[in-house]
């Protein structure tokens, strides 16, 4: 089964040769893929997956093949993976490349032209690990892409499109699963058997499908046309690309269900591991990476926490393959150093991957759920998904109702004010039988309900300080409330009334300043309020930027403005100073990671820790209270250094560490 890990240069071209073709083998009855207008949508019963993967008794010796142009054409190499024993599998004038290791490591499918007395083409050949014993698998004349079953005894495979099956052994004729006219690409196998996930192409681009193993039950996952890559994580999830209409800034890494939902940022360089980890012999934790931007040419290097950080990549790593030629497509045994062990319950069971000193087998004590969908919102639900991970429990999904069926141990509640106090009867309702709610910044009046947030009152206070630190808390000041609900701007009013009676507040008025929806409204506020000495705004912050920058003339008269922490935000104020050095921003960020800090407080919650009352904080004093960013002039460009800017727009994030959340609240 591939293991891909994370690819940092995707655009691999195998150099095509002109092919001529010849007789196709095919079963009689091979289903036929519909046209992609009558594709099956997923039903609650094709939904449910039944993982029925087991440990392997030995751990496997990690070795790693790949494809390299080192002897002049494409051959198949193995080497171990601190790239020591390289060795030659293939030796063939003609193009051998794409290999992938059966389940158990003792033997490789790869992609070969050599002569075979047939026609030209590209055929699948299996061979023994050491590249003994090589036969010819396929027949079709353009093959590509194999991926074995994890149970070894079937690969999958594209030819001119479509998708086939075979046995491994090669004992009965291949069977083709699809019939379009688009290409149906990169087949791959799911952990339990049952399934195959591919890419379906056409004009404009590829989504990621799913069928069953026959060729039936066919379902779209993706829907934007912009999915690169597909394959199946040990507990039957897809690993893909931003994949959906109107989520396209979520991730380019993503871990989803096979119906598109839950979908969780799978992250970069050495995050990776969480969902491909390979444990190798002596104990060490890695996953695979091809890229060509550290040495101008394909190398494929493993990396992990473990290793030295010899390249300065902020992760250890070796260079596997090291030489000048392209060594690219880099695989390893799907149970290598021991393998995934995953329980019977499809979805929600327990994944994990064993050490190769002993077979793991216990099941976590607890779940945590996580409530609440907002696409805007996505750092907060990976961050949720990133703490379950690191503490070995598992992750669940939905409302809170169908939370407490699958009787969670906790659940984060991620929702607007509303809608949280819309579902106060069922927060009830958890907490009165013993689970306990951790809201995400909405502060909530419930026994065993929790709220995990940023002081609103403090972030407002920074914010107005820094606003007004220049004109000594005095002069004219606007502010703006574009969402009324965050009851922002009675807070505003009351701390101005109690702190700054010298500020002279000139409007608030959103509707004739709408500078949110037309950019040329910041102008008129401009020109109206010549004197204004600062302005604050929850929304409209680019507009307000190039308002002030572009029409006042006197640097000396920039009123300061309350910026956004978003990426485009960052950069369009840190390129304003360059040409603008007067002109002034602050920043006040609610970190996504309240999400990390409310699954480690749960967990430390349950398993008997001792909450520190006097930690506590909030209007009804049950709030856990987090740190925030404050992002102004002199630190703008340090924070662009060290921030790591997703595919979406919210960006600034502060995650306690799990000693500092045991320390700061509890006894």
Known sequence: MKKNGLFVNCALVICSLILTSCSTTVATESPVMPEIETVVTETEETATLTPTITPTPEPIPCMIAFETDRDGNWEVYRTKYDGSGAVNLTNNPGMDFNPTFSPDGNQIAFVSTRENGDEPGKFIYVMNSDGSNVRQLTHEDDCESPDWSHDGKMITYSDKGDIYVIKADG??????????????????????????????????????????????????????NRSFHVEWTPDGRLFT??????????????????????????????????????????????????????????????????????????IGSINVSNHPANDRSPDAPVNCGGG?????????????????????????????????????????????QKACEELG????????????????????????????????SVISEATAIGIPVFVLDTEIDIDGAYTIMADQGDMLRVTLDELFRESGGAGEFAYFDFSPSQMDAKNIKAILEKEYPK???????????????????????????????????????????????????????????????????FYIWKDRLVDYPDFECI???????????????????????????????????????VDFPVITNDNILEELEKIQFEKGDHVVDMLMTPDEIKEKWFK
Request: proline share 4%.
């Open 171 to 224: 004992s009965e004729d291949s069977i083709r699963l699809t019939e379009s006219d688009n290409d149906d690409t990169t087949p791959s196998w799911s952990p339990d058997g049952t399934k195959i996930a591919w890419l379906f192409g056409n004009q404009w681009g590829q989504n990621a499908y799913v069928m069953d193993a026959d060729g039936s039950n066919i379902i779209q996952v993706g829907n934007n």
């Open 340 to 384: 995934w062990v995953v329980d019977t319950e499809a979805l929600g069971g327990n994944v994990h991957q064993t050490e190769p000193s002993a077979q793991l087998t216990e099941t976590p004590i607890l779940s945590i759920g996580y409530a609440g969908n907002d696409p805007d919102q996505w750092q907060r639900k990976a961050n949720f």
């Open 503 to 569: 500020i002279k507040v000139v409007t608030t008025d959103t509707e004739q300043y709408n500078f949110k929806e037309d950019e040329n409204i910041f102008n008129d506020l401009i020109m109206d309020y010549p004197a204004l000495n600062a302005v604050w705004t929850n929304d409209g912050y680019t507009n307000a930027i190039f308002g002030i920058v572009n029409n006042i003339s006197d640097p000396n008269k920039y009123p300061m403005l309350k910026c956004g922490a978003f990426k485009d935000g």
């Open 393 to 424: 429990i598992q992750c669940e999904y939905g409302g809170i109702s169908e939370l407490v069926t699958k009787k969670v141990s906790a659940v984060v509640l991620n929702s607007s004010p509303e809608d949280i106090k819309n579902d106060g």
């Open 587 to 625: 920043s006040i960020s609610n970190p996504p990671g309240i999400a990390y800090d409310a699954v480690y407080t749960a967990f430390f919650m349950i398993n008997g820790e001792t909450i520190d009352g006097s930690s506590l904080g909030g209007e009804f004093g049950n709030a856990f209270l």
């Open 241 to 314: 690309s931003w994949s959906w209409d109107g989520q396209e800034e979520i991730c380019q890494n993503c871990i989803v269900n096979i119906d598109g939902t839950n979908i969780i940022n799978a992250g970069g360089k050495g995050e990776i591991v969480n969902y491909f980890a390979i444990w190798t012999t002596t104990g060490k934790r890695i996953e695979l990476m091809e890229t060509n931007l550290l040495s101008g040419n394909d190398d494929i290097f493993v990396i992990g926490g473990d290793l030295p950080d010899t390249l300065d990549m902020g």
